[in-house]
Nanobody, 127 residues
Framework: QVQLIESGGGLVQAGGSLRLSCATSGRTSSLYPMGWFRQAPGKEREFVAAVNHKNGTYYTDSVMGRFTISRDNAKNTLYLQMNSLKPEDTALYYC?????????????????????WGQGTQVTVSS
């Protein structure tokens, strides 16, 4: 089993920044892709960003240039640095892990491609 625990969410004004963290434990591997999704009230959970074991990254268009995903394999932790936040970024943010040795990330945007999920951390951006 794999456990994922997110932290770092909170309330921030538009234009501000937050850094989310996701601590991993259990039967995980630094070779597995990891990602972030988010779900706003009344909406489907959507892909935000992903990173592979070579530190290759992929982002959804709406966060490109504002968010940065990274991983520290020595600490078993995934990060999401969020800058220039907008009210439309308000959502519950989930960490996800795919337990397979994938390098290409573009096909991992659907939710059903991911095997493990955290409980989520709330991000609220006020205008």
């Amino acid at each position: 089993q794999v456990q994922l625990i997110e932290s770092g969410g909170g309330l921030v004004q538009a234009g501000g920044s937050l850094r989310l963290s996701c601590a991993t434990s259990g039967r995980t591997s630094s070779l597995y892709p990891m990602g972030w999704f988010r779900q706003a009230p009344g909406k489907e959970r959507e892909f935000v960003a992903a990173v592979n074991h070579k530190n290759g990254t992929y982002y959804t268009d709406s966060v490109m240039g504002r968010f940065t995903i990274s991983r520290d394999n020595a600490k078993n932790t995934l990060y999401l640095q969020m800058n220039s936040l907008k009210p439309e970024d308000t959502a519950l943010y989930y960490c996800a892990l795919r337990a397979s040795f994938d390098t290409f990330l573009v096909h991992l945007t659907p939710r059903d491609q991911w095997h493990y999920w955290g409980q989520g951390t709330q991000v609220t951006v006020s205008s």
